[in-house]
């Protein structure tokens, strides 16, 4: 039994040792390897829907109701396909900080336009607690693109639109919110710690040098001044003015006043202040899109090697993390 023990316990190290090296080779062929190139995948979604509802009929009917459905698909299909019938593309949007899936919108959005006519309406279902300034606004511009070639832009929004999110909402000709979604937050918004005087405690000098007044204002580990402070509370407003002159621009039924304030909305409260138009999920309105039209799910990927998928998948995880964080704070009052 001993034997036996001692055995299974050099086994096990040697699995172990083997598992670890061959990860370890895993990691550097990979590092050789290129991304390959992105591909675009498409999804007829009246397909997906009538398959479901095909299997629920198997199911649940009666052989004689089974029949005289068949009847009725059978004199259906007879009938000459609608070539008129309209074709809606659906692109998912879910934003983190930096609005790092921009790069993959942009992507999508080219190949739509490079559709020309065959392109009646574009939804995005748009999620994000918002982020970084200038990734937003980007993110906003490649939305612009639809409404600038005249094609319908809808956004759906089943659960949050705050701050970069509301302003690439606000892009579309019509927001759709689900009755709970969060909704606003047309604020700006920047917060940092200061270790200057555990610094000092500790007898450690730090010391930031410029070359021009305003190129450093607050900083982490430097002794912050006052007109330093100034400064950073008037590069903020003046973001701040931007964001409400781009609401404006895009929805001139709003009453800033009353709403460019940083707070935010459900979505049944949401459509009392013209933040939103209508009150449904996503899914309900693709449901009554494709009673008309062919609705397409369009979703673009990359091939990683194996490390960037390691690499970017720790970092995707500490960034959801830290905007769970600061999502928690900004929307404090709506968690229960």
Sequence with gaps: MEFLSDYGLFLAKSVTVVIVVAIIIGLIASAGQKSKPEKLKVKHLNEKLGKFKKRLQQEVLTKKQLKEIEKQDKKAAKKSPDESKKRVYVLDFNGDIKASQSEHLKDEITAL???GDFVDEVVVKLESGGGMVHQYGYAASQLDR??????????CVDKVAASGGYMMAVVADKIIAAPFAVIGSIGVIAQLPNFNKLLKKHDVEFEV??????KRTLTMFGENTDKAR???KEDLQDV???FKDFIS????NIDLEKVANGDVWYGQDAIKQNLVDEIATSDDYLLKRTESADVYIINSEEKKPLLKRLSSGAESSLTKAFQNALEKIAFQKWYH
């Design 209 to 214: 040098h410029t070359a021009g007044e305003y």
């Design 240 to 242: 701040h003015v931007l």
């Design 113 to 115: 336009l490079s559709m």
């Design 249 to 252: 621009n895009h929805r001139d």
């Design 230 to 232: 100034e400064k950073f």
């Design 146 to 155: 639809i409404k600038q070639k005249g094609i319908p832009l809808t956004v």
